[in-house]
């Protein structure tokens, strides 16, 4: 399998939370794709995908494109490796927290850390994303992440539901973890990979049910390449 | 079976969304039990129970508070009904949405119907729901919910992962509801019951959605008493 995700200038930087959540489903799986980076501006790249996003993942003669049809994908395709899922009434509820990650908290996170994103890219996706993310904001990129205190309390009130459920149990899937905890999960490595801001409290069970999912398939997360700003991320 | 549920000064205004969530589920197990109606300064009648809230169940020798573990009881003592989640896996997925109910919906929410819930009530329910709550919000009451177009426009932003979803399968749960739509719905059963504010437009898939949870189980939300201040209501 090749699995095309979005790349910084380096291009071992692979930080985009989408990709995340399948680099997170591939392993979980036992899985394995050869990475093809990719940026921003390389639409011609993933054209045969017949849109202009990644994660594209292309098996053999299969293409397919958006994380959550990749999911679907791979459940259905490998049923023999660990369901990301298990059972037929998770999938909508997962679908649902699914769209809580890309709904709620991917805009309270790109407010945080949208200025260090830019500073990852390489020159030509720079002017790109800037372009395009001024235009979503209404606000120059520097405006948007001004008040990081605000942002940051936000985001923490907005991850109340999460805590309340990583107090009943390790994961947001139960006993062991499953997609829709990669769903979320990817929202950090996105911050993680790019950011040298600290998202949560040492206190936090969101903290260490992270901390668990940076440790899982032999620390795939934990030792993936970030932007090494401050030098000092565990 | 009896369930004690927070009543209004009508006795049969029942309004609590997490009431809401315990008749909807006992509906869609087709088991009923007796209301016992119930106010907030009323702690001594639920003292049995060991705490101070509805929902309260009573099951024969059996008592059951708390609407989450109401849920999980009756889908143990009654395994030949229909049941509220559908396989091991979805149990976590669905407490982390009755969480985002609580935690996100509900705060938002009461921003817009507090003055309105504190109009339903008994007078001696009257002093203690507006101390509590004021010093809850840290405003009074009016303040809390002066600026309605604001929390509306909050609420309508924050129910965005629930549009998105709805737009994938006709209920939260899937093709047919199940305990998570409920935990939702609970929420729109308490502002239903108690304001006249439409806190939804009327092309938003999840006023449709709404819609037909007020019809499941023969209209029993639909025709449940409500505060008829406009009288307009459908």
Not at 14 to 40: I, Q
Not at 84 to 100: D, H, M, R, T
Not at 157 to 176: E, I
Not at 182 to 192: E, H, N, S, T
Request: charged share 20%; aromatic share 10%.
């Amino acid at each position: 399998m090749v699995l095309y995700e979005l790349a910084g200038a380096d291009p071992e930087l692979l930080f985009s939370p989408h990709c995340w959540k399948v680099r997170m489903a591939l392993a979980h799986k036992g899985l394995t794709a050869e990475t093809r980076p990719w940026r921003f501006t390389e639409r011609e790249a993933i054209a045969f995908s017949g849109q202009g996003y990644v994660p594209v993942l292309v098996d053999g003669t299969e293409i397919v494109s958006d994380s959550w049809r990749i999911s679907q994908y791979l459940d259905a395709q490998y049923p023999d490796t660990p369901p990301l899922f298990g059972g037929e009434a998770a999938i909508p509820l997962a679908a649902f927290i699914n769209a809580w990650a890309d709904r709620t908290l991917l805009p309270l996170i790109a407010r945080i850390i949208l200025l260090d994103i830019h500073d990852c890219l390489a020159p030509v996706d720079q002017a790109y994303f800037r372009a395009s993310r001024e235009k979503r904001f209404g606000q120059n990129l520097e405006a948007v992440v001004a008040d990081r205190p605000a942002h940051l309390s936000a985001l923490r009130s907005a991850l109340s539901p999460l805590r309340d459920a990583l107090r009943k149990a390790p994961y947001l899937s139960g006993v062991t973890s499953a997609y829709a905890d990669y769903c979320v999960f990817g929202m950090f490595m996105w911050a993680r990979c790019t950011s040298p801001v600290e998202l949560l409290e040492a206190d936090d069970p969101i903290f260490h049910w992270r901390d668990r999912l940076l440790d899982a398939f032999g620390g795939l997360a934990r030792s993936a390449r970030h932007a090494a700003i401050d030098g000092a991320r565990p």
